[in-house]
């Protein structure tokens, strides 16, 4: 028995001994790193000659040079010299900040039900992927995710795993059973786990318990704000256009839940019912809107609640809604109502200067190199080129600001050219506040495209 515990002491003493030393090289190893870390040269990079629109001015500030210093703009000025700079001669283009999509949905690439049968996840992580690469190319360094499951991609996109925008994700869309976002079959069991949210899309909430865990399993995983759908809508199957979705009691206690993590809700909603019933219960961005009232309009200027505008989607697409292959006869029908009230609806929305951001909610092969015509669109409506070019970048960024805590980029301004933000930026061959179309010309017009201080295209 002696010796065994003798030679068990001595084993013990020298494996300890083994775990000091591991640990000490350990600790060596980690102060390497950490050191060669420290010693790597920060990357500099000065842009000369550019005309800025820094995101809220009225016109642009000619023969600007603007030094980024890693991911932050250092400063924007004339004449700035910096030896050791990579120097970007920006030839007399726009420098204009990178641009921002308020409405993604990049798991939903043919319409909720072939995404619901037709994929499985990892073919559906594939082409959101294909279409984040996308955004970028089209010069959308940011994007809100407003509903599905990406919420691993925008953490491996974070981790600079995965190429793609920033992403503001809401994880999976909180609905009804019988709501926008109930994607079952029709012989359903009321309660049994929804299609939706066996594939990651969301979840089917009835009552206040539900709700609260849903909201609190999204910020969770890392959504930045909750997305509700409060009404019916147009591609779904069991929810008609009228109704108006989830009670007060649950869009209350949704909004508390966003509110106790320092973020907010956004909720999909088309008439005066629904979007007023978000409004009381503290919702502060309206999806659509496309059916209410001028009175509506006013109080949400008011009080302070943005406006989310998909102006392909209600004006082209829903214009002809024979166009749209994958809708059913009654999903047309819903598409021609909303194109009616959509352009009264812009019409109110600009005449009481409601806050409007652009998102497109354009997905799918024939609209994913298109999110920019979700911009150019709202000029037929109306809007100058200024307050269209403001919906897209800081207008955009003031309503990502509200998910507070929970935003992944609170470390810089977005949607700004100005020292401290963020180095998202496009140099354009021409000025979009002259003509807004080129934005459509991304391809040969866009000759940089800069995100978080990386050149992701440079063909001056
Ligand atoms: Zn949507």
């Known amino acids: 028995m002696n010796v065994s515990i003798s030679t068990r002491g001595k084993l013990s003493r020298a494996f300890s001994l083994l775990m000091a030393a591991t640990f000490l090289v350990s600790l060596a190893i980690y102060a390497t790193v950490v050191q060669a870390k420290e010693k790597k040269p920060p990357s500099i990079i000065l842009i000369t000659n550019v005309n800025v629109w820094d995101g809220t001015s009225k016109s642009v500030k000619k023969g600007q040079d603007v030094l980024v210093v890693d991911n932050i703009i250092n400063q924007v000025g004339k004449g700035i010299k910096m030896s050791g700079a990579k120097v970007i001669d920006g030839k007399g283009g726009t420098l204009i900040p990178g641009l921002i999509d308020m409405h993604a949905h990049f798991c939903i690439q043919e319409g909720m039900l072939v995404g619901r049968d037709g994929y499985d996840q990892m073919a559906m992580g594939a082409r959101a992927h294909v279409s984040m690469r996308q955004y970028l190319d089209q010069g959308f360094t940011t994007a809100r995710d407003t509903g599905c499951n990406i919420l691993g991609m925008a953490k491996a996109i974070n981790n600079g795993l995965l190429e793609g925008p920033r992403l503001f994700p809401s994880g999976g869309f909180l609905s009804q059973t019988g709501g926008h976002a109930d994607t079952g079959s029709f012989n359903d069991i009321p309660g049994r786990v929804d299609d939706l949210e066996r594939h990651g899309f969301g979840y089917i909430v009835d009552g206040v318990t539900?709700?609260?865990?849903?909201?609190?399993?999204?910020?969770?995983?890392?959504?930045?704000?909750?997305?509700?759908?409060?009404?019916?809508?147009?591609?779904?199957e069991f929810d008609p256009i009228h109704t108006t979705q989830m009670s007060a009691e649950e869009m209350k206690a949704i909004v508390e839940v966003a509110k106790d993590y320092g973020t907010y809700v956004l909720v999909h909603a088309y008439h005066d019912r629904s979007v007023n019933r978000a409004i009381d219960a503290?919702?502060?961005?309206?999806e659509h809107n496309f059916l209410v009232s001028e009175k509506t309009i006013k109080r949400m200027k008011k009080e302070g609640v943005a406006l989310s505008a998909q102006a392909v989607m209600s004006l082209e697409a829903f214009g002809n809604p024979e166009s749209i292959t994958f809708f059913s006869a009654d999903q047309k029908a819903k598409a021609a109502a909303v194109n009616k009230g959509a352009t009264q609806m812009f019409k109110w929305a600009r005449k009481h200067g409601v806050l409007i951001v652009t998102g497109g909610d354009m997905f799918g092969?024939?609209?994913?190199?298109?999110?920019?015509?979700?911009?150019?669109?709202?000029?037929?409506?109306?809007?100058?080129?200024?307050?269209?070019?403001?919906?897209?970048?800081?207008?955009?960024?003031?309503?990502?600001?509200?998910?507070?805590?929970?935003?992944?980029?609170?470390?810089?301004e977005l949607g700004v050219i100005k020292k401290g933000a963020y180095a998202d930026l496009i140099i354009i061959d021409g000025d979009p506040l002259k003509d807004i179309k080129v934005l459509n010309d991304y391809k040969d017009k866009f000759k940089v495209i800069m995100k978080d201080g990386k050149v992701l295209k440079n063909t001056l």
């Open 282 to 286: 503290g919702a502060r961005v309206i």
């Open 210 to 236: 539900e709700a609260r865990r849903a909201a609190r399993q999204n910020l969770r995983a890392g959504a930045t704000q909750i997305k509700v759908m409060a009404g019916g809508g147009v591609a779904s």
């Open 365 to 412: 092969p024939a609209y994913n190199t298109r999110q920019a015509d979700n911009m150019v669109w709202m000029s037929k409506v109306g809007f100058t080129p200024l307050e269209i070019m403001k919906m897209g970048t800081s207008s955009a960024a003031k309503v990502l600001s509200w998910s507070g805590g929970m935003n992944p980029y609170k470390y810089g």
